[in-house]
Structure formats: C-alpha cells, structure tokens
C-alpha cells in the first residue's frame, strides 16, 4: 500500500502537532510490512528529525514555502467561500473544482504546484486535524488526525476571522475523513458532542513520548546544561509556546500570590516559541515583578528538553484545554512530580500521578502548587505513580493501531 502523508502545516512551532508526526514516521519506518510512506512537507528540518538508519520506505517529498505559497495563493481565490460555507454541501463549489486544473490533483492534469496523483496513493493521512479543501473531491481514502478543537470551547481565545475559519475546515475535516484519530478519549467525545461525528468512526490513539525521558542523563551534560542556561538547583518547570490557552498569565499570578501568601518564592523556567500571548507574558512578568524569577529560555532543541526534566522540581501545567499534553508524559517517563489544571485531558493523561488545581483560580493553583514544595513525600508518591501511569503510552502501539487504520479504510473504499 502507499500511504501519502500531507504534513505542509506541521512545523515544530507548532509543538506537539510535530511531535506526533516526527514519532510516528519513525514508528512507521521501522515497522514491518509493504507499505511505502510518501511525506509531503515544506520543512526542510523534518528529514533531519527522523532516526537515521531507517529502511528506505519513508520518502519526503520536499515543497518549497514558496511553491505552497503560491499555490494558496491560487486557492484561496477558489476557496475564499469556503471559508463561510460549508465547501461539503456546495455543489457550485465542487463544480469548480472539478473544472480548475489547479485544484485537481487526480485527473491526470499537471498542476505545477502541488500535485499528488503522481505518487498513485491507496491512502492519504492529514496528521493535523484539517483537511485542505482543494483535496475534498480527491477519490481517495482520507485519515484524519485530529488533536484538539479547543475553539469550540474557549471561542473567546480567538479572534472572528480565526474562530469562522475554524468552525468551517474543522467540521468539514471530520465529514470528510473516512476514519478520525483522536489522541484522546476526551477529544473522542469531544467530536461527538459538538460535530455529532459517530464515536464508532473515531478511533483513539494515545500518543508518547521520545525514550530520551526514560534515560539517565550523563551528570556532566546536566551540570553543563545548567550552567548554559544558567538555572538554579531547584526549579519549576513549564514547556509550553505561549499560546492564549496555555494559561501563562494565570501561572505568573500565581507565582507571585505564591510569595505573598505561602512565603515561597521558587523560580519558574518556561520553554516554548513565542506565541500570540508572548507579548502579554512578558508584560505581566514587569507589572507583577517577577523579572529575576522567571526564566524565559524561548526554544530549546529537542535533544536538551530531557536534561532539563531531569533537573527540574516539579512540573507545573496550568493549560486551560489540551487534547493531549505530551509534557505530562515527558514528564511522568522522567520521573518528574506534577501539579497541573483540572480539564480537558489532562486528568485522562496524568491519572493518580498529578496534584490538581482550577486554572481559572490562581490562588488555588498557588496553594496547590505550595503543598507540592513543602511535601516530600507527597512528590515521591506522585514520581512513583507517574512512572506506572507512562507505561499506558507508547509509540509501537500508535504506530500499530495508525497502520490498521490506513488498512481499514483502504479496505473498505
């Protein structure tokens, strides 16, 4: 079988999205079996994300920014109602694309920029919970990852422009697709309750995380990691790009409430991209005084990420909404104590190995976070519980349930 993958979108800003697809084409590459991988991406990175030494059954194909630009370009001026109607239902629209030698990738008309018919695909894979309209019409099997849809229940985080154009290509996504995978049984329910999408045609695919976590890092490399990014003994950790909801200026109120009123005054290390609310962070930082606790690392390379787990206190995870949340693994396969938020997923992850507190509460996070400090023992058991819970998440086993995926729908078009 060859399976397409269309990973245009998925760049590692956009965090664990690139986490997911980067693991699971090494889990695909040294899986058994015929299949051929075809990677369709304009990130010149991701080839050098996979392990080396794979056998050759997973090919990138290269588009440059420029060609996918260009090409967007072209659909957005077929496209632009789509954006408003629903493309699935509009027959003028389809017609359309039927007729436009620029949007039919399979009729065997050469379009310069993004054709696929070449590749003579069974199965095509869209790893990032959206679909592109200009491929709805293909006569192929579709698989739809899809990780969150957080606008539908946090719709004030976005803006009109972003929360029209998410409530369209996402519910047009999950019609579309043959077969949905959600990475959790939270965002499973999710889809039904808010797309009406049958729970018999989504199928969960817990994620994991890199076997880095699990290793004993060198002593040497964790003292020189600390004096590189210049961190104290003890820390809080928080690896999250500063997204609306990740909850940044709820965790910075807390911090400084934690002083004020628990006397404590740990510091905080926060890694991750710069987001739409990086701005607002650093402000709250000046306004609350928090300059010379916080430490703002920006992206760390993935190879370091483990060094700093391990020489981290705690993990504390404020996020508002999470489909997933791979840092919760990370951590937990670390052996690092968790103090997080009480929603979405979370609970689902973490399990018996996390301390829970009300993100929307910054004095309940502080005391939460408090207990969590001044309890040894309390941060032994949740290490310990952490340990058993990070057994429930695997790569081998998401690479196995994505497989028969592509072979279920491949089946049954």
Request: proline share 7%.
């Amino acid at each position: 079988m060859r399976i397409g993958i269309y990973a245009l979108d998925c760049r590692p800003e956009n965090g664990g999205v690139y986490v997911y697809l980067v693991n699971l084409l090494n889990g695909l590459g040294r899986s058994g079996g015929p299949h051929e991988f075809y990677v369709f991406s304009k990130d010149r990175s991701l080839q050098d994300s996979l392990e080396s030494g794979l056998p050759g059954k997973i090919r990138v194909i290269h588009f440059s920014r420029f060609r996918v630009a260009l090409a967007r370009l072209f659909l957005r001026v077929f496209t632009q109602p789509v954006l408003f109607l629903k493309l699935a239902k509009n027959a003028l629209i389809k017609r359309i694309f039927r007729a436009s030698p620029i949007l039919d990738v399979e009729s065997g008309l050469k379009t310069p920029f993004l054709n696929l018919s070449k590749y003579h695909l069974d199965v095509l894979h869209f790893p990032a919970t959206l679909i592109e309209p200009a491929f709805f019409d293909l006569r192929l099997p579709f698989v739809l990852t899809v990780h969150d849809i957080q606008q539908e229940y946090y719709p004030d985080l976005f803006s009109r422009e972003e929360l029209v154009f998410r409530r369209n290509r996402y519910r047009a996504s999950c019609e579309r697709a043959n077969l949905i995978l959600s990475v959790s049984e939270f965002t499973r329910k999710c889809l039904n309750e808010k797309y009406e999408v049958p729970l018999q045609k989504v199928k969960v695919t817990l994620q994991g995380c890199s076997p880095r976590f699990m290793e004993s890092p060198d002593p040497n490399a964790l003292a020189a990691a600390r004096k590189r990014y210049g961190l104290p003994a003890e820390f809080l950790f928080y690896p999250a790009s500063t997204w609306p909801h990740k909850n940044h200026g709820g965790l910075l109120d807390a911090l400084h409430r934690l002083g004020k009123n628990q006397h404590l005054t740990p510091t905080l290390v926060l890694t991750g991209f710069t987001r739409e609310a990086g701005s607002g962070v650093e402000r709250t930082l000046r306004e609350l005084n928090l300059d010379e606790r916080v430490h703002l690392l920006g992206h760390i390379p993935p190879e370091e990420m483990p060094l700093l787990y391990h020489m981290a206190t705690a993990l504390v995870f404020p996020s508002l909404y999470e489909g997933f949340g791979i840092p919760l693994v990370e951590a937990m396969s670390a052996g690092l104590p968790i103090v997080c938020a009480n929603r979405a997923a979370i609970p689902e992850i973490v399990g018996p190995a996390g301390l829970y507190f009300d993100p929307e509460d910054s004095d309940d996070m502080a005391l939460k976070i408090a207990v969590l400090l001044r309890d040894q023992a309390l941060r032994k058991r949740l290490v310990d519980a952490g340990y058993a819970q990070a057994r429930r998440f695997g790569w081998s086993e998401v690479t196995k349930e994505t497989l028969d995926a592509y072979e279920t729908v491949q089946t049954t078009r």
